[in-house]
């Protein structure tokens, strides 16, 4: 059984950085497409970026473009977000998730459905 564990969330200030990991154990990331969500109290959960089993798929939300980042290592079964220029509204709790995928797979943030293995996520807090 796959399973995800977030680390790197936090307190920072807007403007601040942080770089969420995502790690996984159980099996090799190499088949997986691993995507990022988040959920803001009060508000539904969104998806905020996506990489397919190859890296060579990514795609981020409108409302992140430019400031984050995905990446992975799969030799080391991690997948990171980059989270640079933090606004009040990044705060949030942020899921990572993954799902079977061909390398081939094309990963696109409005249509994140049949993320089947999830993490327990992390909170993020942007405050002054």
């Known amino acids: 059984q796959l399973q995800l564990v977030e680390s790197g969330g936090g307190l920072v200030q807007p403007g601040g950085s942080l770089r969420l990991a995502c790690k996984a154990s159980?099996?090799?990331?190499?088949?997986?497409?691993i995507a990022w969500f988040r959920q803001a109290p009060g508000k539904e959960r969104e998806g905020v970026s996506c990489?397919?089993?190859?890296?060579?798929?990514?795609d981020y939300a409108d409302s992140v473009k430019g400031r984050f980042t995905i990446s992975r290592n799969n030799a080391g079964n991690t997948v990171y977000l980059q989270m640079n220029s933090l606004k009040p509204e990044d705060t949030g709790i942020y899921y990572c998730?993954?799902?079977?995928?061909?390398?081939?797979?094309?990963?696109?943030?409005?249509?994140?459905?049949?993320?089947?293995?999830w993490g327990q996520g992390t909170q993020v807090t942007v405050s002054s």
């Open positions: 990489i397919n089993s190859s890296g060579g798929s990514i």
């Open positions: 159980g099996y090799t990331l190499d088949y997986f497409a």
């Open positions: 998730a993954a799902k079977v995928a061909l390398s081939a797979y094309v990963c696109y943030v409005p249509n994140l459905t049949d993320y089947d293995y």
